[in-house]
T-cell receptor, first 112, second 114 residues
Framework: AAGVIQSPRHLIKEKRETATLKCYPI?????VYWYQQGPGQDPQFLIS???????DKGSIPDRFSAQQFSDYHSELNMSSLELGDSALYFC???????????FGPGTRLTVT | AQSVTQLDSQVPVFEEAPVELRCNYS??????LFWYVQYPNQGLQLLLK??????LVKGINGFEAEFNKSQTSFHLRKPSVHISDTAEYFC????????????FGKGTLLTVNP
């Protein structure tokens, strides 16, 4: 069965650079969630989209923005990167109002 | 608002022994509860979920969990663990209505020793 696809899987950036993470949900899923997992930490919710509209917002820095496109894929844009942004970024998708979120493999971002 | 407390950060056990990973939650509304497993350098895989109905939930890989509303707990159990069960386990809660996000506990590292 098709799963959530995230690209790239690994990304290395320098401080103050920008990064774009992409998420392709499971076909027919219309809801996308973004989570950030720092080293040795639990995943923290950043933001979610339902039918291309922002549905919920968590602890997402103002330097980050995200959107969901007409084909339901989502992009997380991160600017003025800081060392503390180094983390594993997960995307999950669901078929609203389904309560089950399916997670992608994550993008590991390293900021040097 | 909801929160999750995983009482043990690390649980070492021997192969074929039973294990229980503890999870307590707090929420002002009805909750939906989940257990996820994360193997090293991998994503999150759903083990099982409680949405409604029977309080004993069975999941993949021989795991099960029991929802206890009076004790606000959702402990994960397996009667006999394998080396391959070594991983980080996260308990998560989601509120009802349009509150879509998952709130995770800090995780429990299960280490199965031979």
């Amino acid at each position: 069965a098709a799963g959530v696809i995230q690209s790239p899987r690994h990304l290395i950036k320098e401080k103050r650079e920008t990064a774009t993470l992409k998420c392709y949900p499971i076909p027919r899923h219309d809801t996308v969630y973004w989570y950030q997992q720092g080293p040795g930490q639990d995943p923290q919710f950043l933001i979610s989209f339902y039918e291309k509209m922002q549905s919920d917002k968590g602890s997402i820095p103002d330097r980050f923005s995200a959107q969901q496109f007409s084909d339901y894929h989502s992009e997380l844009n991160m600017s003025s990167l800081e060392l503390g942004d180094s983390a594993l970024y997960f995307c999950a998708s669901s078929l609203a109002p389904s309560l089950e979120q399916y997670f992608g493999p994550g993008t590991r971002l390293t900021v040097t | 608002a909801q929160s999750v407390t995983q009482l043990d950060s690390q649980v070492p056990v021997f192969e074929e022994a039973p294990v229980e990973l503890r999870c307590n939650y707090s929420s002002s509304v009805s909750v939906y509860l989940f257990w996820y497993v994360q193997y090293p350098n991998q994503g999150l895989q759903l083990l099982l979920k409680y949405l409604s109905g029977s309080t004993l939930v069975k999941g993949i890989n021989g795991f099960e969990a029991e929802f206890n509303k009076s004790q606000t707990s959702f402990h994960l159990r397996k009667p006999s663990v394998h080396i391959s069960d070594t991983a980080e386990y996260f308990c998560a809660v989601r509120g009802g209505g349009s509150n879509y996000k998952l709130t995770f506990g800090k995780g429990t590292l299960l280490t199965v020793n031979p």
